[in-house]
């Protein structure tokens, strides 16, 4: 069967995904930290909920999406083989680092979902955490991304 889109080429669609995802949930917390940080009703306040919002809905939305179908793409591919044998059979195939790297990516879905609350709620005006917190927060995704990859690329 021929497929629409090669598997290289899905391949490289995901990891293009994958950065514009991650880059957008290193600087979404910072953005809070900087509008938690302003004057209320200022024009710091205005600008950042501004970019927060354009960042949410240009580059997270649209890069949360396309992770997620080239994700899914690649692994259908992956374990395309003979489904003549009962579907567990077909999981076993898969290897047990791919299943961590899912859950970290489950993870991650979560995160983006929180940080999407919370950019309603300081949009808003409630301004639940600290600037200290947003700061802490934006240094969650590299760490859950450096796991990811080193389980995609090591394979362990």
Known sequence: ????????????????AVIAWIAGLLML??????????????????????????LRMIILAPSLVLAWAFGIFLFATYISGDWTRPVGEVFDTVPHWFWAKLLLVLGLSGYHGYLSVEGKRIASGERRRSERYWRLMSELPFIAAIAIVLLATLEP
């Open 1 to 16: 069967m021929d497929h629409v889109i090669g598997y290289d080429l899905a391949r490289g669609l995901h990891i293009i």
């Open 29 to 54: 917390p910072r953005f809070y930290a900087y509008i938690t940080a302003s004057q209320a009703g200022g024009e710091l306040e205005a600008a950042m909920l501004k970019a927060a919002r354009s």
